[in-house]
């Protein structure tokens, strides 16, 4: 917690944001969550950071503000970021072909029917670009976003989408046997798409992916904490991943194989590890239109050309995970921005935030109309076959989902000067 000077010199309530830790920490209370660590920031100046609840249940091991967390997807702007200091630089274009760079991925073949069999392919209209990857219209898939024989084909040829032994090289000649989905352009597919990003910057910058974002994004922004690899000295700050076990009415800890040494694999559509203090950091930056205390990474109209929607009116008809996402928020370059947060469970306040989640219930958005950047990390694994928008009505397994909006609407109940919002 911070001081209601702080609070009050920033436009917040401080009775009304002290009142949103006694909400979050009745999850943890029934037994739904593990725990939380929150972060609210206006002017750069944190207003609100809350630790509840256990880093691990088993131990007794309480959050604290530096706990380590499994950010999944909260990788893809960060990976997003890194390639368009490269475009800005002008050693990769939104149109160029990627298989400039990607040659595993010439002339492929296109599935005529994304839940049909794999044989029944025809060529590619066009080449997959920059932007289509940085959009995921490239029609690359994941396997959990796959129907019929597709699904199985990614689960069998790719592995584990977050911990694999593959190189990139092997990954990536692996990842060139597979069909798309779509064509390239047609819709927004979530997949690996950001995944190739990553490994074709690192072939661009010519060395690992993981060392360029540590000299490029990490080691600017003061980032010390984030990186692909979670160093045994650190290990004991790593929040346990858990889900909700319905059988037995508890939690369940999952146990995620760790890397010993530095992976060859570092998938930058969801391989990063970090923390509250690190993540808002780069939030920051994206913020102050490219820049943090004195360094600059991206140019203004470059994080402004992030945050404008790509989409089209058809392509924003296709449902997101079962839920119609793009009726609320568009996308635009590896980010998306909200338009409403009517009926949107991954995005609030005013027009024009940035935000992208992670798949174990971390979330983060950054609103530029109230100067406002808000930072929500659990370790929460939904079922994805089970549907989002279902287990967030009805299932104690999307515990995550549900008390999400409560730091939402309780950040900005308590803003009493705020611009704009539309909770």
């Known amino acids: 917690m911070t ?10 309530d401080p009775a009304a944001l002290a009142a ?10 029934r037994g739904e969550l593990a725990g939380i660590v929150s972060l609210t920031s206006r002017g750069g100046e944190v207003v609100h950071a809350e630790t509840i609840g256990w880093r691990d249940v088993e131990t007794d091991s309480p959050m604290r503000p530096d706990t380590l967390f499994r950010i999944a997807s909260m990788t893809k702007p960060i990976t997003s970021v890194a390639a368009m200091m490269l475009v800005e630089e002008g050693r990769i274009g939104l149109a160029d072909p990627i298989s400039r ?24 209209d066009r080449a997959i670009t920059i932007e289509d990857l940085l959009t995921h219209r490239s029609g690359i898939a994941y396997a959990f976003f796959s129907e019929g024989p597709l699904k199985l084909a990614y689960e069998r040829t790719l592995g584990d989408p977050a911990m694999n032994r593959s190189t990139p090289d092997e990954w990536l000649a692996a990842l060139g046997t597979l069909p798309l989905a779509y064509q390239p352009g047609d819709r927004f597919h979530y997949g690996h798409s ?6 074709l910057i690192g072939r661009v910058e010519g ?21 692909f690899w979670l160093p045994h000295a650190k290990r004991d700050r790593l929040a346990s991943l858990y ?21 060859a694999y570092t998938p930058g559509g969801g391989g990063l590890i970090s ?38 009116a058809l392509q924003r008809q296709v449902p997101f995970a079962g839920m119609p996402l793009w009726q609320s928020c568009g996308f635009g370059l590896g980010l998306a921005i909200v338009e409403t947060s009517v009926g949107n469970p991954y995005a609030c306040g005013a027009q024009g935030s940035m935000t992208w989640p992670g798949i174990f219930g971390t979330w983060w958005q950054a609103d530029p109309v ?33 008390a999400l909006p409560i730091f939402q609407s309780g950040t900005y109940a308590a803003l009493s000067d705020m611009a704009e919002h539309t909770i």
């Open 275 to 312: 923390s509250a203090p690190d993540y808002h950091r780069f939030a920051c930056m994206l913020l102050g239109g490219g820049e943090l205390n004195g360094v600059r990474l991206l140019r203004r109209e470059t994080i402004e050309l992030m945050r404008t929607n790509r989409l089209t």
């Open 194 to 199: 950001t995944d190739v990003l990553g490994f």
């Open 370 to 402: 109230n100067d406002l950047i808000m930072v929500y990390l659990i370790q929460h694994q939904v079922p994805v076959s089970a549907g989002v928008a279902a287990t967030i009505a009805t299932g104690r397994g999307a515990a995550g989902r549900r």
């Open 20 to 29: 949103i830790g006694p909400a979050l920490a009745e999850f943890v209370a």
């Open 101 to 124: 760079w990607v040659p595993e991925l010439t002339d492929v073949r296109v599935l005529r029917n994304a839940a049909g069999p794999l044989d029944d392919t025809v060529p590619a």
């Open 3 to 12: 001081s209601e000077a702080v609070c009050r010199r920033r436009g917040f």
């Open 207 to 227: 060395k690992p992916f993981r060392e360029v974002l540590q000299e490029r994004i990490f080691s600017p922004l003061g980032m010390a904490d984030t990186d």
């Open 243 to 263: 889900n909700y076990d319905e059988a037995v009415g508890r939690l369940a800890k999952v146990e995620p194989e760790m890397y010993d040494a530095p992976p």
